[in-house]
């Protein structure tokens, strides 16, 4: 068994490499000239919006763009492994660069390596520089000390605040807050890696410059794969790409800080599945990453850089009232938190089933702000609707899981549940150097963060919920209000269990070979459901009913179910099997449920819903159709 | 991009009756027994071999290290550098943990299952050994709180920890890629992570205390290698082999009673 992912070396910038790591390598250019070029990068028009970034940072750039480039192109394995080794992959760059003495040093190298594969989950990440690497001037100021910081005035740099902007609410929110509670301006400093993104955030870029005339710049920077098309989805390297873009901006301004506008349940990520694990919950702001980017930067910097994390202790909910509080609600509909644009349809500018879509959708309904962030928007309504995604569920779900425990659990409950993961949080936590200190705040947080979950799922009730009715069954509301389960027949509930067992299985048993006949389709219902169901009774179980004996298909013993199936086909018409059941219905206990197990691989049954439904009326029976 | 890549397991013969009966497992009284019995026989092929795995080895290492903490041990290849003498927290221990397995893993994958079950272990057997049964405040060392398990009966309930939650999270690592998209209401979902997590801790309580067996072989593992020199790399491997194959072995044992 292979226990570790893909082995690539990666050559860029035409380095004179000799010696490969691994077997498997690949090419990585950017200029279109080159017979290898696969990577659109928009460095020279990003550097003369600026006039000049120095070597070392144009290497930066590069670099960060030439890993978020193979993180793109290396596939980390199917979701549907049975241990997912694949998804830690080793990689071996091999980049030319300008500034080779600085690139060379071990403490830079280590940072790198340490940062990347905590951000990434990845086995390994091993650099060799290469010195002689360089690029013509990008414009006619394109020289040492000529950036744009160099001609404003040192008081009015101060002024000065760098926000990566995604387009999503986040980041537009810090925006907005800056906004409203200084006299700064803002530079919006952007990775725009497809033409949805590119159009989402210039849209917004406008709006923001009609609101605060001359108070807003915007820095975009094109990074995306050409030629190849991605393999890989996960985009674990974006942070460090996008971060890096922010930092060259602020360097470009001389100033030795920026900020990441993201609320603190999303950076910290706690995972809500033992799968989820090595990164596979996301680590793009988590405090240990933005930790080591901010050492790493401070190396490059060359003095002490910080990377801000202003809305570390607030949660989505607040992130909604930020838009409240200042009055500018109206912008959340233009703001798209979706990481699944492609699934959106129609008029949607979100697909409503991805986690980003559910904790936002939650939050706005917590924050009463669903006016602005209305059901138009989503081209998937997970409340009240079945969710027939199955990912979409496991989502929405353990979002919802995770939430209403933490609203529960005291403190201690709170630190065993996440210790292991908390233990990457707590020496890197903003402002606070106490690790129970720090797990406190943790705490809260996810508390007040349970609550909001908690309220905007109430909201939502109100909203949809129609008393009167059932909840629609695997709608987010019928799974979390669950209250009425209670009053479902516990022999229904065996039923529903025994159906989603005969729903999966009979079709492909089938699918090849028809049972013979009514006696054979009996033997693989018995096959399928003896295992899990050991006390189950197959053959001819008699059941006592007015002194006379009568024999069900199937009986399971202490829950007072009965099965028959009938097996409709050529000669037994859909009449013949209603007929059928119909004398079952009389002949068998009131006190007894009954399942009937309807096979009609030809489709006979025109309308499943008449047909059982005529018959349902009639006892306490379930009538399912299988095909 | 995305905050979360969503896992599945393989609709095959193998793995779908498992899918299927993650809803009616907990209706039953042997369904828990039998869906952690089929997963790991599903598995089995890895879980024989887990022992060999040098995120593994380097969790336990580093429990051995701890619980031998006290002891003035000769030392054998390179075994952590666990210094208690400063009291440590248990994060600060977590992260000297994480610290040593990542200088020596093979998998990432099963080096951080391997991670989580010892972090999982020091905060158990802290809690537990802590006069106040709580993390905050307490009014021990760590020192005080890890010679505690400096004697065959300690290290062996160390070790029974950490291989129930070894195994607790290994098995979620399946399980949970598709249980909640299974069950009707939370409810139910949560019910099938308590009676999974309740079902393990009683097998392994049956596979270190009721039988003797791996109870004696631990203490007396402890007694013939850590007493008096830091064991190598060899002897963990073998102290690995038995108490897996011993739990796997009950795992199995309990669907066929």
Redesign the interface.
């Known amino acids: 068994m292979s226990n570790t992912g893909k082995q690539l070396s990666v050559i860029c910038n035409q380095p004179p490499v000799g010696q490969l790591e691994y077997d498997e390598y690949l090419t990585i250019a950017y200029d279109r000239q080159d017979p290898d070029w696969n990577l659109t990068i928009g460095l020279p028009h990003f550097v003369s919006q600026v006039y000049h970034l120095n070597n070392r940072i144009l290497d930066l750039l590069e670099l960060s763009a030439f890993v978020y480039a193979v993180d793109r192109y290396t596939f980390r394995g199917s979701k549907e492994a049975i241990e997912y080794h694949s998804w830690g992959r080793n990689f071996d760059f091999h980049i030319k660069v300008r500034d080779y003495d600085f690139w060379e040093d071990k403490s830079v190298q280590y940072l790198l390596q340490d940062c990347l594969q905590f951000m990434t989950g990845d086995s390994s990440y091993h650099f060799t520089f290469y010195p002689g690497h360089s690029t013509e001037p990008t414009n006619m100021f394109d020289k040492v000390h000529s950036s744009i910081g160099d001609l404003i005035n040192k008081r009015d740099i101060c002024k000065i605040s760098i926000i990566p902007f995604s387009g999503g609410l986040d980041s537009l929110a810090g925006v907005l807050e800056v906004l409203e509670k200084s006299n700064h301006k803002v530079m919006l400093v952007s990775h725009q890696s497809s033409p949805g993104i590119k159009k989402t955030q210039e849209a917004l870029w406008r709006k923001l410059d009609t609101l605060y005339r001359g108070r807003i710049g915007f820095y975009p920077f094109q990074c995306h794969l050409s030629k190849y098309r991605a393999k890989e989805e996960s985009q674990r390297t974006r942070s460090f790409l996008f971060c890096s873009i922010a930092f060259s901006i602020a360097q470009a301004y001389k100033l030795e800080s920026f900020s990441i506008y993201e609320n603190g349940v999303t950076s910290i990520n706690l995972p809500r599945r033992q799968d989820s694990m090595n990164a596979r919950t996301s680590r793009t702001t988590h405090p240990q990453v933005v930790y080591k980017l901010q050492q790493l930067f401070s190396l490059i910097d060359g003095s002490d850089f910080s990377i801000n994390t202003p809305f570390i202790n607030r949660t989505k909910k607040d992130i909604f009232e930020v838009f409240y509080k200042y009055n500018r609600s109206e912008l959340i509909s233009s703001a798209v938190s979706c990481s699944q644009t492609r699934n959106s349809s129609g008029l949607g500018t979100h697909c409503g089933k991805c986690f980003q879509c559910i904790e936002r959708r939650i939050a706005s309904f917590a924050s009463n702000l669903t006016q602005f962030d209305h059901q138009g928007l989503y081209s998937t309504e997970i409340f009240s609707t079945p969710i027939t995604d199955k990912e979409a569920k496991t989502a929405a779900v353990d979002y919802v899981r995770q939430a209403v425990k933490v609203r529960k659990n005291n403190l201690d409950r709170f630190q065993s549940d996440y210790f292991s993961d908390l233990s990457e949080i707590v020496d890197f936590y903003p402002g606070e150097t106490d690790q129970f200190a720090v797990v406190e705040k943790l705490w809260n947080l996810m508390n007040r963060h349970g609550e909001a979950v908690a309220l905007g799922l109430e909201n939502a009730r109100t909203e949809y919920d129609d008393i009167g009715k059932p909840l629609e069954k695997d709608s987010l509301l019928s799974t979390v209000f669950a209250d009425r389960e209670h009053l479902i027949d516990p022999d229904m509930r065996l039923v529903n269990s025994i159906i989603s067992i005969l729903q999966e299985s009979i079709p492909s048993m089938f699918h090849k070979n028809k049972p013979t006949d009514e006696n054979d389709l009996n033997d693989k219902i018995h096959a399928i459901l003896k295992s899990h169901y050991p006390k189950l009774k197959s053959e001819h179980p008699a059941v006592i009913f007015a002194l006379a004996k009568v024999v069900p298909d199937h009986e399971l013993e202490d829950a007072n179910l009965l099965i028959e199936a009938k097996y409709i086909r050529g000669s037994t018409s859909p009449s013949k099997a209603s007929s059928g059941i119909s004398e079952d219905i009389t002949k068998y206990p009131e006190d007894k449920t009954i399942l009937f197990v309807v096979y009609d691989p030809e489709r006979s049954i025109v309308d499943d819903r008449d047909f059982a439904g005529d018959i349902e009326k009639k006892r306490k029976c379930k009538v399912q159709v299988i095909r | 991009?995305?905050?979360?890549?969503?896992?599945?397991?393989?609709?095959n013969t193998k793995w779908?009756?498992i899918?299927?009966?993650i809803?009616?497992s907990i209706?039953?009284e042997?369904?828990i027994e039998?869906i952690a019995s089929e997963t790991l026989k599903?598995?089995r092929?890895?879980y024989r071999?887990i022992h060999q795995?040098e995120g593994v080895i380097a969790a336990y290492k580093f429990l051995i290290a701890l619980a031998s903490s006290s002891s003035k041990l000769i030392q054998q290849g390179s075994p952590p550098n666990v210094q208690l003498e400063d009291n440590p927290?248990?994060?600060?221990l977590?992260?000297s943990l994480?610290e040593w397995i990542y200088q020596n893993q093979?998998?990432?994958?099963?080096g951080?299952?391997a991670?989580?079950a010892a972090?999982?272990t020091?905060?158990?057997w802290t809690?537990e050994k802590s006069k106040q049964q709580?993390?905050?405040h307490t009014d021990q060392t760590a020192k005080e709180i890890w010679s505690k398990a400096s004697d065959g009966s300690g290290f062996c309930e160390v070790s029974r920890i950490f291989f129930t939650k070894f195994t607790e999270?290994y098995l979620?690592?399946?399980l949970?890629?598709?249980a909640?998209?299974?069950?009707?209401?939370?409810?139910?979902?949560?019910k099938f992570n308590s009676q999974l997590e309740q079902h393990l801790d009683k097998i392994s309580q049956h596979a270190f205390e009721t039988s003797k067996i791996t109870q004696s072989f631990a203490a007396g593992w402890y007694n013939k290698y850590i007493k008096t020199q830091f064991p190598t790399n060899k002897q963990i491997e073998g102290f690995l082999k038995v108490a897996f194959g011993k739990l796997q072995e009950e795992i199995s044992r309990e669907e066929k009673s």
């Open positions: 991009m995305g905050h979360e890549r969503l896992g599945a397991l393989p609709k779908l009756p899918i299927q009966s809803v009616s209706e039953t042997d369904g039998s599903n598995v092929s890895r071999y795995d927290s248990v994060y600060s977590a992260r994480k093979d998998s990432v994958e099963y951080e299952i991670r989580a972090a999982d020091i905060i158990k809690t709580t993390i905050f999270r979620k690592y399946f949970e890629r598709e909640s998209s299974r069950f009707s209401d939370l409810s139910s979902r949560e």
